[in-house]
């Protein structure tokens, strides 16, 4: 499973050594990687049936949980900014 | 949006092209979409290693924002965790998975459809776009309620390029390299995440 993972730190780590080489048609490739992977993903859902005819729970699904991520994160980054401004006063007052 | 626009067109082509069976998916082997997908991200690797001048840069930001990218994957991973109790037949770790595609619709659908299978596959890709749409629509509300780094955490992923105009628009062009940290950092956990999540 980790094999894709592999990869990219291999990719990463290559691409450290080559940095005084620009690499021009690499964004190229990878949308093109992107577009075939999709349209797979996009096959193997038009021919399952069971997914085609869920497809409106999936969609409630899918936006219930973005909900929760989207949620999530701003209340994060909300206690952050609180946490980092507050330390911004106590240095200002010392 | 051209670029997402053309992403999406072929998703749904290949949904017709399999709905209509005009190519069986049986021709389509499973090998062939984990070998693309091992290239991929090959060349995701390739393009952030070689990329120096913006690695440089992140040595620049004042040490207490390197906790802005932490606070985004715990929120996120914590929000999804909690709503999965409200959805029936869905586990905490599904949802978790599709919530660790941070707005990365392309490659967490890929590789969620790969591990689990193109129904959750299904249910990341189009939550990770609308977590993208809401990044770019709802940006000045999130300034207004939850502060200048909000935008950036629900922007997730994208925060390096497709969000970033609008995070310099509302919450100031101060926050340009912040935002590119937390969208390459998010943009690598992205893959570890997934794939942590998807085995168990």
Not at chain 2, 17 to 22: D, L, R, S
Request: glycine letters at 8%.
């Amino acid at each position: 499973m980790f094999i894709a993972i592999g990869f990219m730190i291999f990719g990463g780590i290559l691409g450290f050594l080559l940095r005084k080489k620009e690499l021009r048609n690499i964004s190229k490739i990878i949308t093109i990687l992107i577009w075939l992977l999709l349209f797979i993903l996009g096959l193997e859902v038009g021919a399952n049936p069971q997914i085609i005819s869920g497809l409106t729970n999936i969609g409630v699904e899918a936006l219930i949980i973005t909900l929760a991520a989207v949620s999530g994160s701003a209340v994060a980054a909300l206690l952050l900014w609180k946490y980092i401004n507050n330390r911004r006063k106590d240095f200002y007052e010392e | 949006m051209k670029s997402s626009i053309i992403i999406v067109s072929f998703f749904l082509l290949g949904l017709l092209f399999g709905h209509f069976e005009i190519i069986s998916i049986s021709a389509v082997d499973n090998d062939v979409s984990l070998y693309a997908l091992c290239c991929l991200m090959f060349c995701v690797g390739l393009s952030l290693g070689n990329d120096f001048n913006t690695l440089k840069r992140f040595t620049r930001i004042n040490s207490r924002f390197y906790l802005l990218p932490v606070a985004t994957i715990v929120g996120t991973l914590l929000g999804c965790a909690i709503i999965s109790f409200l959805l029936p037949g869905r586990s905490v770790m599904e949802s978790m998975a599709v919530g660790s595609g941070f707005g990365y619709y392309s490659l967490s659908s890929i590789f969620i459809t790969e591990y689990k299978g193109a129904e959750l596959g299904t249910i990341a890709l189009l939550s990770n776009i609308l977590r993208e749409i809401m990044a770019l629509l709802l940006a000045p509300l999130f300034v207004k309620y939850f502060g200048k780094l909000a935008p950036i955490s629900v922007g997730g992923a994208t925060t390096m390029d497709t969000t970033l105009p609008i995070i310099l628009k509302f919450s100031g062009k101060e926050f340009a390299v912040i935002s590119v940290f937390h969208g390459f950092i998010l943009d690598l956990s992205v893959p570890v995440l997934v794939t942590i999540f998807c085995s168990f």
